[in-house]
């Protein structure tokens, strides 16, 4: 049983943070790699960051690094994305997804098969 819920989206002004949150089980973290993906209005669905599920070995997109960081509660069921300095361009509606394949060097979108909801994230002044 895999289950993917997001939150935390909402509104903040360039160069503010912002923690969205992916609530799941045991059983999904065990087993499936954890992503974050966003999708902007006339662009293509975008692979943010991603954790493997036994080593944690972490994965994040060119735009990003420096700026986001993916983690893990274990305690929780819970994968994080803390996002500092954000800019305009992060503004998108926010997927978190599981999958059975991880990479450290792409986030290919047809490897997760299951996704949450969406959140969304404004960045804006």
């Known amino acids: 049983q895999v289950q993917l819920t997001e939150s935390g989206g909402g509104l903040v002004q360039p160069g503010g943070s912002l923690r969205l949150s992916c609530a799941t089980n045991k059983f999904t973290l065990d087993y499936y790699a954890i992503a974050w993906f966003r999708h902007a209005p006339g662009k293509e669905r975008e692979g943010v960051a991603a954790i493997a599920s036994y080593s944690g070995t972490t994965y994040y997109g060119d735009s990003v690094k420096g700026r986001f960081t993916i983690s893990r509660d274990n305690a929780k069921n819970t994968v994080y994305l803390q996002m500092d300095s954000l800019k305009v361009e992060d503004t998108a509606v926010y997927y978190c997804?599981?999958?059975?394949?991880?990479?450290?060097?792409?986030?290919?979108?047809?490897?997760?098969?299951?996704w949450g909801q969406g959140t969304q994230v404004t960045v804006s002044s």
């Open positions: 997804a599981a999958s059975t394949y991880f990479s450290a060097y792409e986030l290919n979108i047809d490897d997760f098969t299951f």
